[in-house]
């Protein structure tokens, strides 16, 4: 309680005019009142209770005392009513002010309760987005191989994305990778200029670098090109790389673990079938196709072209290759001499066969984030 307020004491009364005392009685139920407002908790309660009512030394004690007790006999009369006027009102203001304190803190409790009858709030659990599922299968795929997770920037030097991927200054093989820089790096020498990685195979260097032969890893992660979002593009997309470096390492072991591969992701009857290519960092490259996992290989769906394989029966999945002599020498001082380690490696674009496998028509609706769209897959 604030002791501030705390001023009224009980005077001792000369005057026991019926005037007087009405006077004395009035000030004093007015000082209760006061204090009474400022009554805030129970501990409030309890002082102002024991200051007023206390049996020894209260208030009410001393007003009997001195007023009652004190007074000449022929006012005593008149003093017994004032006493217990006084005894009447002080009891009300604390009757009211043990109740107003009730009803605050009741009303405190009803505002923190519950209401056990509501229904409970739903949250709905999440789901893997096509894109992820199909990465993490991907991945689960080569984990089962003994391939371990790599990792690397999205933001690349040019020595990483290209230079040691055999990819020398101004070669045309740039040109179709429509690479996307980060501005304002002219004054830097060429290899150390910024961009936004246009294939996971900078972490194949990056990996080497790090770690000695022999090493098996699948490195999944975002790419960045320069390509007007469409139906088959997207200016970001998702890639899986694959690299595998050993003594001995043929290109029979290439084809042999992405037949697996391809028959562990869609399903033991699809065939494999390896077309020679193009790749700066490999050599020889070729492109890996798989029997149409949606028509079967045969090109039709019931009288109807099928689209996907465009009719052919197959549909190419990956590019893959021996790792090029060239690439090696970069990382040579950490054991790849390539006159003693061979290896391949091989990349998917993960979108793609995201597309595929659960015939999606257009590429957008992975990066549009509509619930709609996704809640399909949940
Ligand atoms: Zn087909």
């Not at 006027?85 to 009300?92: L, R, Y």
Request: net charge neutral; hydrophobic share 35%; with cysteine.
């Amino acid at each position: 309680m604030d002791e501030n307020r705390v001023t009224y004491s009980v005077p001792k009364l000369t005057d026991y005019s019926a005037s007087a005392l009405e006077k004395a009685a009035g000030e004093c139920i007015a000082a209760c009142q006061a204090e009474s407002t400022a009554v805030r908790n129970d501990a409030d309660l309890k002082a102002f209770r024991d200051r007023w009512i206390a049996r020894k030394n209260g208030i009410l004690t001393q007003v009997n005392d001195s007023w009652l007790k004190g007074a000449p006999k022929d006012a005593k009369r008149e003093a017994g009513i004032r006493v217990n006027e006084i005894k009447a009102a002080v009891a009300d203001i604390l009757d009211k002010a043990g109740y107003l304190l009730l009803e605050t803190s009741t009303a405190s409790l009803a505002r923190d309760s519950i209401d056990i009858s509501l229904p409970g709030i739903r949250r709905p659990i999440g789901a893997e987005h096509p894109v992820v599922k199909t990465t993490n299968e991907i991945v689960g795929v080569f984990q089962k191989l003994g391939y371990s997770v790599a990792d690397g920037p999205v933001v690349e030097t040019d020595y990483y994305n290209f230079e040691a991927l055999n990819f020398p200054p101004n070669h045309p093989a740039r040109d179709t990778q429509d690479t996307l820089f980060i501005a304002g790096q002219q004054s830097k020498p060429q290899r150390e200029r910024l961009l936004l990685r246009t294939h996971t195979s900078p972490v194949q260097i990056r990996t080497m670098e790090k770690m000695r032969p022999p090493i098996r890893i699948v490195i999944p992660g975002t790419v960045h090109r320069n390509d007007p979002p469409d139906a088959s593009h997207s200016p970001m997309f998702h890639q899986i790389e694959g690299l595998a470096v050993d003594t001995n390492i043929t290109f029979g072991d290439l084809k042999g673990t992405l037949d697996h591969a391809m028959k562990a992701l869609f399903g033991s009857s699809v065939k494999t079938h390896f077309r020679p290519s193009f790749f700066p960092f490999t050599e020889p490259s070729a492109e890996l196709y798989v029997t149409c996992f949606i028509c079967g290989g045969i090109g039709k769906r019931g009288a109807d072209p099928c689209r996907p394989c465009k009719q052919t029966g197959w549909i190419e999945v990956l590019g893959c290759g021996m790792v090029d002599p060239n690439v090696f020498e970069f990382v040579k001082d950490n054991g790849y001499d390539p006159k003693k380690v061979s290896g391949f490696a091989f990349g998917m674009g993960v979108d793609r066969l995201a597309l595929l496998k659960y015939g999606v028509d257009d590429l957008q609706y992975f990066f549009q984030g509509d619930v709609r769209f996704l809640q399909q897959f949940g």
